[in-house]
Nanobody, 123 residues
Framework: QVQLVESGGGLVQAGGSLRLSCAAS????????MGWFRQAPGKEREFVAC???????SYADSVKGRFTISRDNAKNTVYLQMNSLKPEDTAVYYC?????????????????WGQGTQVTISS
């Protein structure tokens, strides 16, 4: 049974930082592309960042230069370091795993999803 468990969300002021973690189990983690998506109130879920099994990364334009995705295959964990946070970053952040290689930015390309963690940025 595949499980993705996010942690690290919370409430921070604008300009602050948070690091999200996603611990995976029940899959061969090193073979999966891992992604982060987010869903703000009243909006559709959107792509944030992804990282291939080999460490190649891709970001949404809205977070480029502020967020960094990384992975530790030995710990079966993917991270999202978020700096210079803005109120518009407020959302539920989801971790996802895709068995397809390379960069995957569409929800339909991901096989497994976590439950999400709330990130709230106050102005």
């Amino acid at each position: 049974q595949v499980q993705l468990v996010e942690s690290g969300g919370g409430l921070v002021q604008a300009g602050g930082s948070l690091r999200l973690s996603c611990a995976a189990s029940g899959l061969t983690f090193s073979r999966y592309t891992m992604g982060w998506f987010r869903q703000a109130p009243g909006k559709e879920r959107e792509f944030v960042a992804c990282i291939s099994w080999s460490g190649v990364t891709s970001y949404a334009d809205s977070v480029k230069g502020r967020f960094t995705i990384s992975r530790d295959n030995a710990k079966n964990t993917v991270y999202l370091q978020m700096n210079s946070l803005k109120p518009e970053d407020t959302a539920v952040y989801y971790c996802a795993a895709s068995r397809y290689g390379s960069m995957r930015k569409r929800e339909s390309e991901y096989d497994y999803w976590g439950q999400g963690t709330q990130v709230t940025i106050s102005s």
